[in-house]
C-alpha cells in the first residue's frame, strides 16, 4: 500500500511508533525511524531490515526547536523525498488532579506532546507544499476527545493536538495534503506498562467495551491506511481506534 514512498516516524523506538515503522515498512515504505532513544530506534530499524524493508535512523528530542527540520532534511538526503509521517513521540504526565500538577509536568506534556507536533508539522508541511502532495498522521489519543481524569496536562495536549491536524488538513488540502489525528485508545506499550505500575486500578477503570487493550499492531494497521492512497478522500479526522471505548 505504500510502495515507493518515504516517511517519517516519529517516537519509533517503543510501543505504537515501533508497531507503524514496521508496518509502514512492510507496506513497502522507506522509513526513517525517529526517537529520542538511539538504542531503540537502531532496534526497529534492525527488524525492519532483517524483515527485508528499508529503513534509516535520524535520532534527537521532538521537542528541541530545529530537529524537525533536521528530521525532513535527513530523510531527503536518505531517500530523496518525504511523501509522508507519523507524529507519534510523546509522554504521560504524573497522575494528580488539575490542583495537584506540577507546572513543569504540565510544561513537558506540552512541549513534547502539543507543541513538537507542530514544529514536526511546520518543517513537513514546508517540504510537501512544495511537492503538491504528502499524509501526515499525528498522533492523539481518545484523551484528545474526552477528559482523562487525573491527566489533565496530557488530555489538553492532546485535544491540541486534534486541534492543529484539523487545522492543518483545511490549510492544506488545497496543496494535496491530508492531516488526520488518529486517536488510539489503550494500547499496549512503555507508557500503558509504566501506568500499570503507578495505578493498575486506572487501567481497570478505563478498559474498553472489549474489556482489552489493544496491541500496537492493532493501531498500526490504520496508520498504513491513512498513509496510503487508499485514504485519499480523507483529511482532518480524528480517527479513533478505541475497542469501543468511546461508543458509551
Ligand atoms: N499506549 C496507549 O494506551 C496510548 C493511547 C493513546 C495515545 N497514545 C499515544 O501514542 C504515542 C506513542 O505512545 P506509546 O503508548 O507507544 O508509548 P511508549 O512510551 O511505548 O513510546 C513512546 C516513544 O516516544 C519516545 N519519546 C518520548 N519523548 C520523546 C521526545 N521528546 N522526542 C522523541 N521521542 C520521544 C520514547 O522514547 C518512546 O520510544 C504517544 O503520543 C501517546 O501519547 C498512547
Request: one cysteine or more; proline letters at 3%; aromatic letters at 4%.
Amino acid at each position: 500500500m505504500l510502495e515507493g514512498k518515504a516517511i517519517i516516524v516519529t517516537g519509533a523506538g517503543s510501543g505504537i511508533g515501533r508497531a507503524s515503522a514496521l508496518a509502514v515498512a512492510a507496506a513497502g515504505a522507506k522509513v526513517m525511524v525517529s526517537d529520542i532513544s538511539q538504542v531503540t530506534a537502531l532496534e526497529t530499524a534492525s527488524q525492519i531490515r532483517t524483515a527485508g524493508g528499508i529503513a534509516q535512523i535520524h535520532c534527537g528530542d521532538v521537542s528541541r526547536s530545529g530537529f524537525a527540520e533536521e528530521l525532513v532534511q535527513a530523510t531527503l538526503a536518505a531517500f530523496e523525498r518525504l511523501d509522508g509521517a507519523h507524529n507519534n513521540a510523546g509522554v504521560e504526565t504524573p497522575i494528580a488532579l488539575i490542583t495537584e500538577i506540577e507546572e513543569a509536568d504540565f510544561d513537558r506534556s506540552m512541549a513534547v506532546n502539543l507543541k513538537a507536533v507542530w514544529l514536526a508539522m511546520r518543517a513537513q508541511l514546508r517540504h510537501m507544499a512544495k511537492s503538491g502532495s504528502g499524509a501526515i498522521v499525528n498522533t492523539a489519543s481518545v484523551g484528545g476527545l474526552t477528559a482523562v481524569p487525573f491527566n489533565a496536562g496530557y488530555s489538553a495536549a492532546k485535544h491540541g493536538v486534534v486541534g492543529l491536524s484539523r487545522t492543518a488538513a483545511v490549510e492544506f488540502a488545497p496543496m494535496g495534503i491530508r492531516v488526520n489525528a488518529l486517536c488510539p485508545g489503550l494500547t499496549r506499550s512503555g507508557m500503558t506498562e509504566r501506568l500499570i505500575q503507578a495505578a493498575p486500578e486506572m487501567i481497570e477503570a478505563i478498559m474498553p467495551p472489549m474489556k482489552r487493550m489493544a496491541n500496537p499492531a492493532e493501531i498500526a494497521g490504520t496508520v498504513v491506511f491513512l498513509l496510503s492512497d487508499q485514504a485519499t478522500y480523507l483529511t482532518g479526522q480524528a480517527v479513533t481506534v478505541d475497542g469501543g471505548a468511546t461508543a458509551i
